[in-house]
């Protein structure tokens, strides 16, 4: 005995249509009115079973791997959805610490370089200070022989 597909939203259309604009999924959302939604997805994964056709259209990358929202249609109609339906701009995403934990880095980095060559440049300094003594600086001196007869 075959299962019949879901059914389309039992939501009123105006209600449907505030959720498109607003970006939020509702189970019953054909996958027409998701692409309108959401856009193209960044990935989609498909699958094939006797009696339906299962595509897992993915949004908002976090990794190459992870997506802020999944979203499973079941011949065309959304069953399920996981995670946010719209990724928080107050919130940092995982791009934005990744660039920070690169300038901190560098800027650490930099620090060390600066007192690596200021320790260079006070060593260097302190050897200015002591007087210096050089075998190549009695040149023009006279020789004196110091052989007794």
Known sequence: ?????????SLPVD????????????IGETNEQALSSF???????YAAKRD????IWKYYPITKVQYALKLTF????????EGKAKPT?????FTALKVIGIVF??????AMCSRTKDGKDSQSDSTSNQP?????????????DTKSE
């Open 74 to 81: 079941t011949n065309g109609i959304l069953t399920e959805f």
């Open 52 to 55: 339906a056709e299962i595509q």
């Open 1 to 9: 005995m075959r299962k019949p597909p879901p059914l389309p939203s």
């Open 15 to 26: 209600t449907q249509l505030q959720y498109m604009r607003k970006k939020i999924p509702f």
């Open 132 to 144: 210096t003594t050089d075998t190549n600086t009695n040149q023009d001196a006279p020789k004196t």
């Open 39 to 45: 856009g193209k997805p960044a990935a989609m994964d």
């Open 89 to 93: 701009s107050s919130g940092c995403s």
């Open 105 to 110: 880095l560098l800027l650490v980095l930099a």
